[in-house]
Structure formats: C-alpha cells, structure tokens
C-alpha cells in the first residue's frame, strides 16, 4: 500500500493513475477492504452506534479523487487513505465517527467530530458550558488522556459569540472540531497487531464519542 502511495506522490496525475489502476485495485482497495471487514467484526462490542461499510460509494472508505473545484492545489488524488466508521445518524465526513488515517510518512487513528456544521457546533459547545464537570472528567479520564494527549484540529482565535471569555473551558469552546488522535509507526499498519491498536483506539475514545452523542442528542 504505502509503496503505491509514495508512487503516486511523485506521479500525481490522472496519466500515471490509470496506467497503474491495477495496483491500486490490488495494494490498496483489496487491503482496506478487508480491513474494514475487521473492524466490523470488533466495533459492535465497542457501539452499535457506529458502521463499518465496505461499500466502494459512500462507504467507509473515503474515495482517493481530490475536490480541487475551490483548490489552488490542483492534484487530482490524495496520497493517502482513510477511513471513517461513522455514527448510524451521519450522512457524511462531518459526523461523529472514528477515523484511520494510513499514509507513507504518518499513521493516526482516533476518533472525535471534524467541522460539523454550525447546529452541531453550538450543540457541542453549549454542553461543554453547561456541563464542565462532565467535560473535564471526560478529557482527564486517565487511558483517554495518556492515550491520546490533547485534542487537535482548529480553534477560533476569539471566543465563540455568546460565550464568557473567563469560562474555564474557553480554549474547548473555541475548537472548530473535537477530534483525538494517537500518532503509530507507518509501519505497524502493515503488520497483523495494527486490528489491536485501532481497537484499543477506538474503545478509548469512548468518553469523548458518548459526550459529542449526548451534546447532538443522539444515541451512543
């Protein structure tokens, strides 16, 4: 897989692509296919909440061509692979869900909210407000933390409107999204224990994937 991806890095064009479909097909498609069908396997003793879909279209899978229609960056593919498996209420990449990221040079799995639209976004934020206990147990839950560290994604530079600048939590209701993720070796996606560690990813982004459902009054 990472083999084709560095190739295709260097050879970024619809050309090269469609001479080398085959290996796309085989290195690429095939594996995470199946890895998907692995996760499948696990994800329902982590929450029935959340779908693993090896469909080709609007599956877990998200599709290697690039929307470059509002780019600067007109390269027509991505040059790496992801995956969400997402909540049973999302439509989109904009839905709770847990994520895996492969590429040659990084390797991150987690899971969290990327760029809701702005209803979800108030929803989150208003619970964070409302409920700072719960919040702050949720972040500070010892394996959540030492496994992941802090949340990442952009933040707004000034408060939301609407929100007080002293709340403690400010920095949080500032983010434009709720994702945590654990940086892994490339390489130890391509051996037979990566399954172990997305697992173990996956459960242990539970606390914050039951807030973000509770926050957009959903099911867990």
Known sequence: MFNFLADLGS???????NNNKDRYENFVVTPVTRFIEAVGEFLPTISDAYIADTRRNGGSMFRIYRDTRFSRDKR?????????????????????GFYVHLAPAEVFIGGGIWKPDNNSLDKIRNHIAENPELWSSAMKYTAFSSHFGKLQGESLKRPPRGFDPDNPHIEDLKRKSYMAFRHVKPQSALTPAFINDVEKAFATAMPLMRFITSA???RN
């Open 11 to 17: 050879n970024n064009n619809r050309e090269w692509f």
């Open 76 to 96: 027509p593919y991505k040059e790496n692979v992801g995956c969400q498996f997402r909540h049973t209420a999302g439509k989109n990449a904009h839905a709770p």
């Open 216 to 218: 957009l009054e959903i």
